[in-house]
C-alpha cells in the first residue's frame, strides 16, 4: 500500500497557521523564510572539506527554530480571518509576498548562538573521534520533515528529491546528521519515497569515540546533579537513548519518573496549532524534571531545547538546559 498524498488540496483542511509554513517551505524551501545562507553560516571558520564520500549534514533545523517563536507570534496576533488571507495571498504571489514576511519574522539571536555552539560542538566530537568527514555549505538546504509531518506528501516527495539530488552531485555515500527529527527523516521516511535511495545515515552520537570524551568535566564522583530528558523521536524512531545514556556514563544522572521508553513529550510539536497548549505541557515536563533535583536538564533535540527553555522562563526554574554535544565537549580546563 502506498503512503497517503495529500497535493496542494491539503491547504484547505489543515489549519492554516499550519499552512503558512508549509508554502513558506515550497516557495523559500525552509519553512520560516530565513535566508538559506543562515544554515552553513556556524561553520564558516572550521576548515572543514568540502570533498568527501561521508558528509555532516545540519538540514538546517537547529538553525531555522531561531525564527520559530517570532512567527508563532505573528500569527497568533492576527485573526483566523487575517491569517486565511496571508494564506491565501502566498499561494497566489508568494514570490512577492514571502520577502515581505522577512520584515515581521525575526530571530532570536540567543537562540541561533545556542544552535551554532550546539553544531561547532558536534564537528569537534566528531574531529575528536577520528571520523573523516565533509561539510556541503552552502547546499546544507532543509530536510523538509516538516511538509511530511503536517500531510503534505506531494510537496514533501519534490522537496526531498532537491535534497537528494544535492547528495547524488556531490558524490555523497554516507551522511552524519545532528538532530532526531532530520535523522528520522533521512533515514526511515526518503526512501519510502526516493526510488534507489541509497545513502547511509547515521545519527552523530553513533560516531562519537567514548574515549575521546572520557576528559568530560564532570564525573560520577562529583560535580553537578544532572537529569535526562529523552526526546520522543530518539526513542520511539531511532533507539538512540540507550547510546546517549552511554556517552553520559561520565555524569551524575537522576531519570525522572517517564524516561527512556515511557518518556514524556516536551510540547513542541503541538506549537503551531495551539502554543498555550504547547508551553503548558513544557511545564509539566520541566517540573517533573526540576523534581528529580538536577540542577540541569541535558536534551538531544534543538525543538526539546528551545520548549523547554520556554517553559524554565515562564516558570522562573532556575535549571539550566543544556545539549548534549556541548555537554559532551567540555573537557577539563587545561587540556
Sequence with gaps: MSPNRSGSTGFHTVPPQLVIPAILTIVSSNPFNADNTICSEWARDLDIPRKRETMLYTGCLYQLMAYSSSLVEVYSHLTPGVVA?????????????????????????????????????????????????????????YSGVYLHEIGFIDEFIEHAK??????????????????????D????????????????????????????????SHSSRGGPLYTVHDPCYIVRRLNLYRRVRSLLKH??????????????????????????????????????????????????????????????????AGIEIIDLPQLLQQVPSGE
Design 85 to 141: 488571507i496571508v494564506v491565501e495571498g502566498l499561494r497566489r504571489y508568494s514570490p512577492a509576498i514571502s520577502p515581505l514576511l522577512r520584515m515581521f519574522v525575526g530571530r532570536d539571536e540567543s537562540y541561533y548562538s545556542y544552535a551554532s555552539n550546539s553544531l561547532r560542538s558536534v564537528a569537534m566530537l566528531l574531529k575528536r573521534s577520528g571520523v573523516d568527514f565533509g561539510y556541503l555549505y552552502e547546499e546544507d538546504i
Design 162 to 183: 532537491r535534497v537528494y539530488e544535492v547528495f547524488k552531485r556531490n558524490r555523497v555515500k554516507r551522511i552524519i546528521t545532528v538532530d532526531p527529527h532530520t535523522t
Design 185 to 216: 527523516v533521512l533515514k526511515n521516511i526518503y526512501p519510502q519515497y526516493i526510488e534507489g535511495f541509497d545513502i547511509e545515515v547515521i545519527h552523530y552520537s553513533e560516531l562519537v569515540d567514548e574515549e575521546a570524551i572520557e576528559g568530560l
Design 251 to 316: 555524569v551524575r544522572i537522576r531519570d525522572p519518573p517517564r524516561s527512556g521508553e515511557n518518556t514524556f513529550c516536551c510540547g513542541g510539536p503541538i506549537e503551531g496549532v495551539s502554543p498555550e497548549l504547547s508551553i503548558s505541557i513544557a511545564i509539566e515536563r520541566l517540573r517533573e524534571l526540576k523534581d528529580t533535583g538536577a540542577s540541569r536538564v541535558v536534551v538531544s533535540c534543538p525543538i526539546c531545547y528551545l520548549n523547554l527553555s520556554r517553559a524554565s522562563k515562564r516558570l522562573g
